[in-house]
């Protein structure tokens, strides 16, 4: 009987070993490929544009500068509509800086957190029946 | 009776008679026992939230383009608080990270108890968790860029998983979601209220309003509605409604911030999450100003260093640290009065201020709200690929009338969490004669925070139109 504990809780360790490195890895290989356009770090001095930066929230500004980048963009590639249909597309593959790698990481670890609780739970019904 | 002893004594389950019980009401009754609820409401939620994350997550990567900043911190951010004073924890009850989880829960739950350390420290981790995502959303810029609002979904959404996965009921909603934490103050001040009817409870053998039954599961939020002494955490999901066979529960109205007048166990980590909501509202303000920039250029000269992350945190931890020692401060003097602890002191009365955090908290959102409240709308057409709006204003109302509502509400708050720290005072130190003399400290603190709050909307802000 403790020796099955022992099995489960080794498994649970190593499921969970398993997906801390798995994640940790997506986010490091992210971070290597240079894909990491969700978190702009902030390290910079003040400038007279760097209100926009600065302020945070849970409380965005839309009309401040710095959220009117795509204002410059819009006006170089055209309509609004189009351009944003467009940039789906485009940001689809990377260039809007889409994290897929990041987002696989989090599925991959949702996915193991399920499937270590289905074992977990499985066991746990088949342990009380012996 | 006076009203003061009528309040309490409903604080303690002691009925009033019916004729405020909403649940008399045969429409409501109804809808809050239909097997439908709150799963109607939480599916189209659910929807919503999806699309949200998944444009975050590949949509636009300007936030000026993108409905799920739009959506998240223009609509439902501001609109948040305002839920919580109408209908207390209500959101919770369809908030789609506890879809996500109570599903995990129900195909894969081990409906593990809850560690011990959660339940100690619970609120002390809501409390780290929120002061942690105020300065990580400053530093890293969550909110400004639809990619650091994913993440932060993600990493929720994670978080919910594992514990719907692991733990039983709803252990991230009760013990770990920072939203909840706030959520939970401000229920307190909310113009609902739950409760059982004691003499029914007495009788009862089956508990199933805690427990469930066959059909019907048991409070998610680990409330017993028999010894439930405040609004905190019920949810309204309406189990226990159902699942009553005696029909001892009762849902009234009440006096929004009535809830804060008659807490019997005050703690101290839930008064330190209040007056931290206050230092947080300071931030966000203060960082909208225009002499932002000469704060930070003074503060730069001043460390030698340009780098922002050690300028913003000094910044953030100033800005923290002032009103709790203003409340440790008022503390202090109150116990020359009254003779309890200044920490005993700090706990009763830091609820007072609720009140006027949630005024600060919604005027400071109704900018956003009405100033770039059009802008849902356009980003949603563009979705569709509909141009709307175009180079338009987003605002819904001008700026002055914005500025008018922010001063009526902070004088609203401010009024309301004065009547709440007389009241508090009145409850625990009327009988020594010591009622006023604990109470004018308090009264002149939330005077002076009102009156920052006041000073800060006043100024320019840098983000206007």
């Known amino acids: ?9 080794g498994m649970l360790i190593s499921l969970i070993s398993l997906s801390l490195l798995f994640s940790f890895t997506s986010i490091s290989l992210a971070e290597e490929s ?53 940039g789906h597309e485009e940001k689809g593959e990377t260039s809007e800086g889409v994290n897929w790698v990041v987002v696989g990481g989090f599925l991959a670890i949702n996915a193991m957190i399920i499937l270590i609780a289905a074992i977990s739970k499985h066991s746990n019904r088949v342990e009380p029946q012996q | ?54 444009e975050l997550i590949a949509g636009p990567g300007s936030a000026h383009d993108n409905f799920g900043t739009a959506g998240t911190w223009v609509l439902w951010w501001p609109l948040i608080p305002i839920i919580f004073v109408l209908l207390g924890r209500f959101w919770c009850a369809i908030c789609p990270f506890a879809t996500v989880s109570d599903f995990v829960q129900k195909i894969v739950g081990n409906n593990r108890p809850v560690p011990k350390f959660l339940r100690k420290y619970g609120i002390w981790i809501i409390d780290i968790f929120f002061i942690l995502i105020t300065w990580s959303d400053h530093t890293l810029g969550v909110v400004e860029n639809p990619r650091g609002s994913g993440i932060l979904l993600l990493i929720m959404t994670t978080g919910v998983i594992a514990s719907g996965a692991f733990f039983e009921r709803r252990t991230w909603c009760r013990y770990v979601c920072f939203l909840g934490g706030l959520s939970g103050n401000y229920a307190r001040s909310g113009a609902l209220e739950l409760h059982a009817t004691p003499e029914k409870c007495a009788k009862c053998t089956t508990q199933s309003c805690y427990k469930g039954n066959e059909k019907i599961a048991g409070c998610p939020m680990f409330e017993f509605p028999r010894t439930m002494d405040s609004m905190a955490r019920c949810n309204l999901c309406a189990n226990c409604i159902k699942t009553c066979p005696n029909d001892s529960i009762q849902l009234v109205t009440r006096v929004p911030s009535k809830g804060l007048w008659f807490i019997k166990k005050p703690k101290f980590e839930e008064s330190f ?49 002032i009103p709790v020692l203003a409340l440790f401060g008022s503390s202090y003097v109150s116990k020359l009065a009254n003779k309890r602890s200044t920490i005993e002191n700090f706990a009763r009365f830091g609820y007072a201020l609720i009140p006027l955090d949630l005024a600060g908290h919604i005027a400071h959102n109704l900018f956003h709200l009405l100033a770039e ?6 980003t949603f057409m563009a979705l569709f ?10 605002a819904l109302m001008s700026d002055s009338t914005i500025q008018i509502l922010q001063y009526v509400l902070i004088a609203i708050g401010t009024f309301a969490s004065i009547f709440a720290a007389y009241k508090i005072s009145k409850t625990n130190f009327e009988a020594v004669g010591k009622s006023i003399a604990s109470f004018m400290p308090f009264a002149f603190l939330t ?5 920052i709050n006041i000073y800060l909307f006043m100024l320019p802000m840098a983000m206007r139109m």
Do not use: C
Request: charged residues 20%; hydrophobic residues 45%.
């Open chain 2, 273 to 321: 999450l209040a007056i931290v909501i206050m230092g947080i509202v300071f931030v966000q303000n203060i960082t909208m100003l225009e002499v932002w920039q000469e704060i930070l250029k003074a503060l730069e000269n001043f460390i030698g260093t340009t780098n922002y992350f050690v300028t913003f945190t000094i910044t953030f931890l100033i800005a923290m640290a």
């Open chain 1, 1 to 9: 009987m403790q020796k099955r504990k022992a099995i489960k809780r």
């Open chain 2, 385 to 394: 690929g509909v141009e709307v709006g175009h180079g338009a204003s987003t």
């Open chain 2, 373 to 378: 409240g059009k802008s849902v709308i356009f």
């Open chain 2, 1 to 54: 009776m006076s009203v003061a002893r009528k309040a309490e004594s409903k604080i303690q389950n002691i009925p009033e008679g019916k004729k405020n019980n909403l649940l008399n009401n045969k429409v409501i009754r109804s809808i809050l026992t239909s097997r439908w609820f709150p799963a109607i409401i939480q599916i189209p939620v659910l929807a919503v939230f999806t699309l949200i994350v998944v």
């Open chain 1, 34 to 86: 240079g894909q990491m356009g969700g978190m702009d770090m902030k390290v910079e001095s003040t400038s007279e544009n760097s209100m926009s930066e600065h302020e945070a929230t849970p409380d965005m500004d839309l009309n401040m500068e710095g959220m009117k980048e795509s204002d410059k963009e819009e006006k170089n590639t055209g309509e609004h509509g189009e351009e944003q249909s467009e």
């Open chain 2, 447 to 451: 005077l002076i925070l009102g009156a």
